[in-house]
């Protein structure tokens, strides 16, 4: 897949999601995200035709291919975001900014910053 933020966000929230409840509705997606639940309702057709998720038409899960494919985008955002608070930048921002680098970033930099934050800790 190529990036695509809004998917990417999508499959970085279930996964958050999936990790503190049970079940994922579509609901909690769209209070977790600020969107409505059409807009939730359109991303989880298009995820589910790229098979990143299954529904049952109420719960939500990952398919090993979006549960991996998450889990990469969420170690960029976590990563991210470390570095950003190195810089001393504030967690709350850290935490905004990773979320919209994590999109655009090229993975060298990406590698380059990892390697970074591994050598501090």
Known sequence: MKHNQSAEDYLESILLLSKELDDVHQIEIARKMGVS?????????ILKEQDYIVTDGLHICLT?????????????????????????????????DACEIEHCISEKTFTAIENFVKDKN
């Not at 639940?37 to 057709?45: D, L, S």
């Open 64 to 96: 090993e291919r979006g549960r991996d494919y998450a889990e990469r985008v969420y170690h960029r955002h976590c990563t991210i975001r470390e570095f950003l608070i190195s810089l001393g930048v504030e967690y709350g921002v850290a935490d905004i």
């Open 37 to 45: 639940q059409p807009a939730v309702q359109k991303a989880m057709r």
